[in-house]
């Protein structure tokens, strides 16, 4: 479980979350969206400990991301992270970099890391791009093995950042495929997405955030056919078309 | 008019195998601590960035000749021992040229993207695991091309240690001139040497850098 205690966050005079208060139970799956710049990444990014805030307190299974004394190394270990831009490692091919992390990290061998990662290659239909350098991968592909890099860690917790927004059309769906059967078999997720048909088949609570703050949450069906706010009528239309 | 040359060549050789040596510790070094040096130049621990910064900065507006000199003559009066013209002619392209090549490191880490370091984290792997296994050799692929530029340079400036007697290349060509005078044979000699190994190495450094554009891997 995750417990998000009323976050507060500035850079500078900048006051970029604002009172974020959100609790995500084991299995659900959370949907925030919101227009650019609302803080969105920079909630995800507090909560594995990548950047600091400086009021309120973030729990991951009652453990605080706050305190000096927690290893965040550690408790990252169990929040996979997928990023807009893929961020595959460029140097290593994809077997490479999903056995990367195990190896150094779980100091697992190099056998074991590998029949994990054929796996989870199997899991995203990626087997034969195994030897692949991400430059030869399409962007699709890309983030199918970085979805895959996340799981090698057998993280409790999966965030997307915007994961599709940087694929064309007609690649978006085979990275959501793999999302929904990720969501279906029980992961727990906090996704940043526009998808509002990702949303509606696999999210248990959508957030609104608008300039750091959260100002709607509930159901798809809440959200989507009765938002309370005039900011959310106003995304919502210029989303849909 | 080269019998000079014949009759002194594995004297010569001698002194190119010296100028090898250097050439390769001071790379090796130069490089190993530029690396560190480059990150410690992006680090956002004061403690850290500003005195690396401040010898990148030192180093880097003082001759070399002045830091040979400086190591030769200086250090023996703080250590209270004299130093052997190579370990100080080694210690002192080390620390000179790491300021460089560390300068080459850190525009090869501003090439990498916040997120791809996020990434890497978010798996659990520490900085310096980070450091190891992504920013460095990512870091080296890109700027190989400036690394081998400076490499080259590097080799040649090896010449200057003559001027605390080590017996290089150069220090050899003017012994054997003391004693023979055919200034011109055996500078030329040298030059050509010195010629040889930096246009191969520039012609290796335009085929990677060729090969870089063409694949466009990293
Ligand atoms: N390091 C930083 N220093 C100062 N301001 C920052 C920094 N990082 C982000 N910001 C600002 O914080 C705000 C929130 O950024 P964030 O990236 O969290 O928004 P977002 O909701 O993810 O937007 P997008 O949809 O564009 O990704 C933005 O206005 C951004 O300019
Ligand atoms: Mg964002």
Known sequence: ?241 | MFDVIGRNFVFLMGGLLTTFELAILALAGGIGLGMLVGLARLSKNPWIYYPITAYVNLLRNIPLILVIFWFYFVMPIITGDAMAPFPAAVIAFVIFEATYFGEIFRAGYQTISKDLTAAAFSTGMTYSQTARYILIPIAFKRMAPSLITQSIVTFQDTSLAFVIGLTELVRRSSIVDNMEVRSIELYGFAAFVYFIVCYTGSQISLYYENKAREVNLI
């Open chain 1, 1 to 241: 479980m995750i417990e998000i205690n009323k976050i507060n966050k500035w850079y500078g005079d900048f006051h970029v979350l604002q009172d974020v208060d959100e609790v995500i139970e084991h299995g659900q799956t959370v949907v925030i969206c919101g227009p650019s710049g609302s803080g969105k990444s920079t909630l995800l990014r507090c909560i594995n400990g990548l950047e600091p805030f400086q009021k309120g307190e973030i729990l991951v299974d009652k453990t605080s991301v706050k305190d000096p004394k927690t290893d965040l190394y550690k408790l990252r270990e169990k929040i996979g992270m997928v990023f807009q831009r893929f961020e595959l490692y460029p140097h290593m091919t994809a077997m490479e970099n999903i056995t990367l992390a195990p190896r150094k990290v779980r100091k697992w061998s190099k056998e074991r890391a590998q029949d994990k990662a054929m796996e989870l290659l199997k899991r995203v239909g990626m087997v034969d791009k195994a030897d692949a350098y991400p430059a030869n991968l399409s962007g699709g592909q890309q983030q199918r093995i970085a979805i895959a890099r996340s799981l090698a860690m057998e993280p409790a917790y999966m965030m997307f950042d915007e994961p599709t927004s940087a694929l064309d059309p007609e690649m978006i769906k085979e990275v959501l495929d793999v999302m929904v059967e990720l969501a279906k078999a029980g992961m727990t997720m906090l996704c940043v997405t526009h998808e509002m048909g990702f949303a509606k088949e696999v999210a248990d609570e959508i957030i609104f955030m608008d300039k750091g703050k959260i100002v709607e949450r509930g159901t798809y069906d809440d959200f989507f056919n009765n938002p309370q706010t005039d900011r959310a009528k106003l995304f919502l239309s210029q989303i849909l078309d």
